[in-house]
Every structure is written in C-alpha cells, then in structure tokens.
C-alpha cells in the first residue's frame, strides 16, 4: 500500500481511519488518528464542497465514524507525514508492549513459514 491505490476522488472503496491504519499495520496513538481524520475531512471538503457523512461504528454502535474514499485517507496521510508529523507522540509502556506483541507475532509468523 506504499504506492497509491486508487485516485484521490476514488469512491469505490471507502473506508475508516482505523481500518487504513490495520491495511498499514502500523501503531498509531489517538492524536495523529485524529489529525488524520481532521486532514482527510479538510480534504474531503475541498475536493466534494460538502462535509463528509458520519455513520454509526460497527464496533461500538454508540460512536460516530466517518467512511472516506481510499484516496482520500491515502492523501491526507501523505500530507501529515510530509509535514514531519510522528506516529506515536510519547512512547508509553502501551506502546511498548503493542510494539513488541506486534514483533513477536511478526517472528511467529515467519517461524512457522509456508510449507514447502
């Protein structure tokens, strides 16, 4: 997903902030997902002249989310690191320890390796 997938303006796969950020596999902590979220909604506004709809969470059907086009995301993401905005602002034991399962499992799965 490094390169571009699809087009800026690209409705075919809308999708959340928190699902790019599992397709990217990549830890974030809550405020660069909300200054994603705030930069592709910027976007979004810009590109459409209209605010994004927000829809219930599937997880946890109380919460808002937003559904923004792949490019969108893939955009606004581009921008913030471009900026020089970091992932993870302080490095908490949270962190850490997301770091290290996320190694661990990583070695587990090349451990165990296709078979041959």
């Not at 087009?7 to 809550?30: G, S």
């Not at 070695?107 to 078979?115: D, H, L, Q, T, V």
Request: glycine residues 6%; positive net charge; contains cysteine.
């Amino acid at each position: 997903m490094e390169e571009g997938v699809c087009n800026v303006r690209c409705k075919r796969y809308p999708m959340v902030v928190r699902e790019f950020r599992l397709l990217r596999a990549e830890i974030w902590d809550a405020s660069f997902s909300s200054k994603l979220g705030k930069a592709a909604s910027k976007l979004y506004r810009q590109i459409y002249g209209q605010s994004p709809n927000r829809r219930r969470s599937k997880r946890a059907h109380r919460n808002f989310v937003t559904r923004f086009p792949c490019g969108i995301i893939e955009q606004a993401y581009r921008q913030l690191r471009e900026q020089g905005i970091p992932l993870t602002g302080n490095v908490t034991s949270k962190t850490i320890w997301r770091e290290k399962v996320r190694q661990l499992e990583e070695e587990k799965a090349r451990a165990n390796g296709p078979a041959v």
